[in-house]
Each structure stands twice: as structure tokens, then as C-alpha cells.
């Protein structure tokens, strides 16, 4: 008797199950389908149409005018063989590196010496973020300046008495790409510390109050309490870092044109020079489509390994 | 990872709608672009400095005519797209560009409308010179282009800063380098460049070096890939760079054209070869203390020849109105509109047009004029010669034998092979 209305009710609910779905999808408005439908339509044919065409761009010789000639595989087999190429591979490594590295310590540092409530705490953090503000090409034209040879950051170097590792930061190949990445992670520090403070707001404080109780130092505390908890945000993180590391191209395309002779160059800056200064837009997608590549190989192997540690 | 989820959903969302909105705008923008039919023709200018904005505006208000829609974008997005423009199916019908082997070659696929009626009879350009109208004609002989202004590249300097220093204008190589190396013993930099975010400053001293030891004719067909760079006669065009290499401010590398003008006016630096151009960039009372001369003869036997950029108009071969984009380009070229542009524009460019009054022009325009008429030969300047993609590759070789001199043998067999790639493009 107490069994078969449980039964009953679980085989009516499977049973209406299909037909109530069913007429959920009836019963939805032509104006909410239209509403669907349109911004389908604008995706396919603005983002997803041109980038599939890239691919297919990527396969031959084309100067924007007239029809595209195709020539197989041979513009990555040019790829190979191209030392600036070779060049702007090493440096985007460098840079991934770089740029993901430093800006994810310093900002979830910062973010958890600011996470405390304590007075003028805000205005630390809004001033950390501010620079987040300006865009990419406005922070390369500021830090050009002060990496002037006459500009602020040598004229501290001679203030303080270190008048010997004053250079042209921008013009020499050795430190160029470093002082461009330091104005990158300048700006990129404080979206890291923001998302890792809204992260650290989840973290359930009795946890750690309670690890403490147990003996436990801060530095464990935060490994093995505080870290676990932010894995969601990491996630976020590592896809925000790594894209942003990939696409990267304004702040040096507005600090350096990827020069002197090369040496700032990464993909996205090799890419743009190629496809719209060259007007090889053949060689320019297929450097594309070998950063997109990377992007989506970094991003897939990151969610397989994360997917496998939550099984 | 519930977070996670969301922020991305949320970006995504927040993405896509970014993305159709762009491309809604970027949409109107196009069709914006195109050219016009009934409701009068459109102008597709790149001259975004203000000054030149502000009179070709003034210029388009004045014109009696028909309407004229002016569209100006800034000079790297103009060049990254006008081959959309011009391939579109509704093209602007007039833009501005510059003479050269890149409008020679969109006429060869085209793309250009035939203007010869403009050269020819009671044209506007009919008295202009002949170096103009050939540099104006396609490969079928027939005029593609109409030129409105032209300027000199010289060595500019300041005449006070030479009376200061007791020094004199040189008239030989060998005076040339003995005054650089009398200022660089008195704490000056004898020369001024800015070669770091505009590397195609490099290519100034290249070109006219080249001009120099092998001259215009050689220089031309170079830039035309019918010479190796890793030949004798570019080693040659090499070696005398390499001689001015320790006269070069060290900050150079650091600079752009523009900012190789402050050292200049502070007199830190003594000359700058340069675009007449620079004079926009000087203001007040340095204007009239700007002089320049050219580079001195080192090979007497070569004929002389100097660097004229050119700039000037074309038309869309499909325009919807033939007429009315010749009658507007005819009163582009008249010597009237080519004055009331030339003045107001703060420059120091030359008119085109033989009814042009200069006596009005400042004596730094007059001697430039009076340089070029001297000229036998003139070319336009590496880019333009060439094209932006051989740019790139003098770029990074000039900028790189600039900062080692020693590695030439290398930079040149570099640079022949960047550039044999350009041209079996």
C-alpha cells in the first residue's frame, strides 16, 4: 500500500515527462524563438562564418583583391621555415610565461593581503584596479614615455645611484620584450586581484578558523585550505590568462611594432603586420589559425586535466 | 566550479552581444563608405592630422559643384583596407593615395578609373610637368592618378644653431663628414633620427645613398626586384651608411620622426634628413630659422637626383558618376584649391599645378621648389617605390645594421632573401 503510489507517481512522472517537454517547447513564444534565432543568425554569420573562412584563407595566396589562388599546404610549410616566425613562437613562450606567471602571484597576492576588512582598504584595491581602466594602447603610449631615454623609470635608475643599468628599454632587443610585459602585467595584476577576491569571498571562513584550531600554520592553511576552495576561480583564471596571453597584441603593437628588428614580435603583432601591412592575408590566417591552435590545445588540456581530478 | 560556469556563461553572453552589436555598426559603417550615385559622390580621405582634416574639409564645403561626402580614417586602417575599398562593389569614388607602384598596380588590376581626359586638352592637369604625368601613368600609358602636392626630402637644420657653432654647410661627402665629426667633438649630435616606432626613417639614408653612389635609375629597378640587396652596389650604398652610423643620436632607436624634432629645436642634435614635413612640426619662431640642403654629390659622374614624394587623388573605376568624380577631381587640382590647401595646411608641401602663385611661399618653400627644378632625376621614397611589404623587410634590416654595423654581410643576405620572398608573392 505504501509502496505503489511511489511507483505510480515515479511512472507518471517518466511517462508526462516527453509529453510535457514537448509542449514546453510549443508552448515557448514566436517572439522568444525570434529572439533566439537572431543572434544565432548574427553569430554564424559574423563570428563563426569569416573565422571558418580563415581556415580556408589559410590555404592560399590572397592580397585582399580578386580571388583567392590555392596553394595547399605551403604557407605552413613557409611557417617553418620563417625565422620571424620561429622568432614570435619563442617570444609569445616567453610571454605566455611571463605574463601568466607574474600577473597570477602578484595579483592573488595582493588579493590576499587585501582581503581583510581594514580602513582604506578599498581605495588600495580601486587604486590597483584603476589602471584596468585604460585600455591596452593608452598604457603602451604612458609607459613609452616613461621608459623614454630621458623618461622617468632612467631618470630613477640615476637618482638612486644605479645610473649603469640605465638603457633604452624599448630600443634594445635584450630588455624590450621585458619592458613591455612588465606595462602588461602593470595593467593585468589588478583584474587577477579582483577575481581572486570575489573568489576568496566564498571561502567559508570556519573552515580555516577550524584548521587553526587543529594547528594548522598560515602557510598550510592557505595550501591546503584556502587554495582547494579557489579552484573554481583558478579555472576562470588560467582560461582569462592564457587567452588574454595569446591575443595580446595592442600594448606592443602601441609600445614597439614588434621591433627592434623583431624582437617584441608575438603571433597576434606577426599576424596583423603580415595580413594588413604585407597584405598577405594567405600567410597572415594561417599564423591565425596556428594561434588558435594553441589557444584551444591549451584551454582543452587544462578542462580534461580538471574534469579528471573531479572524478 | 559552479563560479566558473556562470562567469562564463555570462562573458559569453555578454560577448556575443558585444560581437553583433560591432557587427551591426561595422556594417553601417561599410555601406556608410560606399559610394553614392544620386546623392553625390564620396571622398575617402586618410589625412587624419588635424590641420589637413580640418582644410580638405573646409575645401570639400567650398565646392559648388555637387555634394561631396567626406569620410576621413586614419592612415593604417586606410591602407590595411583599400583594397576592400576598392574591390568592393560599391567603392568611395574618390580617394586620396600617393603616386607610386601601388596605385600602378591596382590600375593593372582594374581597379582605377582612366583619368587621361584630365591630362589631356583643357584638362586641369593638362600643364602640369611631364615628370608628374609619368609618374602619374599606369603601365598602359593611360593616367590613373592626379597629383596635388609634392614635397622634398633634405637635411634640415636650424641656421641659428650654425651660427652658433661657426660651422658652414657642407658641399662635399668629405665636408660632410669632417663637419659631423667637428660637432660630435663639441658635445652635439651631428645627426637626428627617429627610427624606433616609424623604423621607416632608416630607409631615408638608404634611399638617398643610394642615389648618390649608384644612382636613380639602379635605385628604381632595386626596388623592383631586379637587384640582389646582397649585391656589390648595395655593399657599396652600405659602406658609406656605416660612416655615418657613430655621427646618429644615440636616442634615435628610441624615437619617432616626431620626437626626433625636440633634440633638433634644442639644439642637442644638428641635422635631420628629413620630409619637408618636419616644418609642421617646428612651431613659432624656430619656422623661419629651419634651412636645409642635400646630401652632397659623392660619386660626381652619377646624375643628381633627390626624393619627391607625391600625393594626390584616385578613382574607383566604379564609380556610379563619372562626371561628377572628374568635375570634383578637377577642382581638387585647380591651382586655386591647391593653394587654399597649401597654405592653410601649415605645410611646407609644393603645388602640382604651374597656375599656382608662389611667391607668397615661405623661402624654405621657394629653395625647395627651386632644388627640385634643378633635379634630373626624382623617386618617391622606399615605400612608395616599392611596396609596404619590401618596407618591412628594409625596416628590420636598416634598423638592425644600424644598431651593428659589423654584421652586414648577414643583415644583406637576410634582407635579399625577406625580400625575394615579397616578390615571388
Partial sequence: MSASPVAVMTRGASAGRTGRARRRLTRVPAVIWLFLLIPLAVELAWVFWPAVNSFWLSLTRWNGVGAPEFIGVRNYADLVSDPIFTEALLNNVVWVIGFGGASVVLGLALAVALNRPRPGVGLYRSAIYLPMVFSLAVTGLFWRVLYQPEGAVNAFLGSVGLASLERQWLADPRTALYAVLVAAVWLQVGYIMVLYLAGLKGVDPTLEEAAAVDGASRWQRFWRVVMPQLKGVNGVVFAVTVIDSLRTFDIVWAMTRGGPYNSTQLLSTFMYQTSFTVLDLGYGSAIAVVIFLLAIGFIITYLVRASRNED | ?425
Fill in chain 2, 1 to 425: 566550479m559552479s563560479t566558473s560556469i556562470q562567469v562564463t556563461r555570462r562573458g559569453l553572453l555578454a560577448g556575443a552581444t558585444a560581437l553583433g552589436a560591432s557587427a551591426l555598426l561595422s556594417a553601417c559603417v561599410t555601406s556608410g563608405g560606399g559610394g553614392g550615385g544620386s546623392g553625390g559622390i564620396v571622398l575617402q580621405s586618410s589625412l587624419s592630422d588635424p590641420a589637413p582634416k580640418a582644410v580638405l574639409t573646409k575645401v570639400v564645403k567650398a565646392y559648388k559643384g555637387g555634394t561631396v561626402t567626406l569620410n576621413t580614417v586614419a592612415i593604417e586602417q586606410f591602407r590595411a583596407q583599400l583594397s576592400t575599398y576598392l574591390s568592393s562593389s560599391n567603392p568611395p569614388d574618390v580617394l586620396t593615395w600617393y603616386a607610386g607602384s601601388v596605385a600602378r598596380d591596382y590600375a593593372s588590376k582594374g581597379f582605377l578609373l582612366d583619368l587621361s581626359d584630365l591630362w589631356r586638352g583643357d584638362g586641369v592637369a593638362a600643364h602640369y610637368s611631364a615628370a608628374l604625368k609619368d609618374l602619374s601613368t599606369g603601365d598602359d600609358g593611360k593616367q590613373i592618378f592626379l597629383p596635388t602636392n609634392y614635397y622634398w626630402w633634405g637635411v634640415f637644420y636650424l641656421k641659428s644653431a650654425f651660427q652658433q657653432w661657426g660651422v658652414s654647410v657642407p658641399e662635399t661627402w668629405d665636408d660632410f663628414l669632417a663637419l659631423c665629426e667637428k660637432l660630435k667633438g663639441m658635445g652635439v649630435n651631428p645627426l637626428a633620427n627617429g627610427i624606433g616606432s616609424t623604423p621607416w626613417m632608416a630607409s631615408g639614408w638608404f634611399d638617398i645613398l643610394d642615389l648618390r653612389v649608384n644612382g636613380a635609375d639602379f635605385h628604381k629597378e632595386l626596388l623592383a626586384g631586379k637587384h640582389s640587396f646582397d649585391s656589390a652596389e648595395v655593399r657599396a650604398v652600405m659602406k658609406r651608411y656605416a660612416e655615418l652610423v657613430p655621427f646618429f643620436d644615440p636616442n634615435m632607436t628610441s624615437y619617432a620622426w616626431q620626437d626626433a624634432v625636440t633634440p633638433l629645436v634644442q639644439k642637442k642634435d644638428a641635422m635631420y634628413l628629413t620630409g619637408a614635413f618636419i616644418s609642421q612640426n617646428i612651431e613659432g619662431g624656430a619656422s623661419y630659422d629651419l634651412d636645409f640642403f642635400t646630401v652632397p654629390v659623392i660619386d660626381s659622374s652619377i646624375p643628381k637626383a633627390e626624393e619627391a614624394p607625391t600625393d594626390g587623388y584616385f578613382a574607383s573605376a566604379k564609380t556610379k558618376d563619372r562626371k561628377a568624380t572628374l568635375a570634383f577631381l578637377s577642382y581638387l587640382g585647380t591651382g586655386s584649391t591647391q593653394q587654399e590647401y597649401i597654405e592653410a595646411s601649415q605645410s611646407s608641401n609644393l603645388p602640382t599645378s604651374p597656375d599656382v602663385d608662389t611667391s607668397g611661399f615661405s623661402p624654405l618653400v621657394q629653395k625647395g621648389l627651386a632644388m627640385l627644378s634643378e633635379t634630373k632625376q626624382i623617386t618617391q621614397f622606399f615605400n612608395r617605390d616599392s611596396s609596404d611589404a619590401l618596407q618591412t623587410t628594409a625596416d628590420t634590416a636598416l634598423t638592425k645594421f644600424l644598431a651593428d654595423p659589423g654584421d652586414v654581410d648577414q643583415i644583406l643576405k637576410d634582407w635579399q632573401s625577406a625580400a625575394k620572398k615579397v616578390f615571388e608573392q
